[in-house]
């Protein structure tokens, strides 16, 4: 079902775009807690792969969706777990970076 409520759009859009505009510069921030020093600049500068990323992301999502369907949904969901497991795994490491600095 496909919603053609405009202002519905509009709110889901704003919402969205706040929740960006206050994580991105804090994984910046983050980001620079978490890196040993000289490794500063090499860290923060592949973080800016996500540019990558936010340009090929709908091409590639698109030819998805046109060859699986409702499937590209669910490879979403899995990388997204397989991701989660990651982070929850090394959340200690990276605890212990944040403390130190």
């Not at 929740?19 to 592949?46: F, S, V, W």
Request: charged fraction near 10%; include cysteine.
């Amino acid at each position: 079902m496909r919603s053609t409520e405009i202002w519905l759009w509009l709110t889901v859009t704003g919402v969205f775009s706040l929740g960006e505009a206050i994580l991105m510069p804090n994984l910046n921030i983050l980001l620079d807690q978490l890196a040993p020093a000289k490794h500063r600049g090499a860290y923060l500068g592949a973080s800016m792969l996500s540019t990558l990323g936010i340009a090929a992301g709908p091409l590639i999502g698109g030819v998805m969706l046109a060859l699986t369907g409702a499937g590209v949904f669910i490879c979403t969901a899995l990388l997204s777990l397989i991701l989660c497991a990651l982070i929850y795994a090394f959340r200690l490491s990276m605890l212990t970076r944040l403390q130190d600095s």
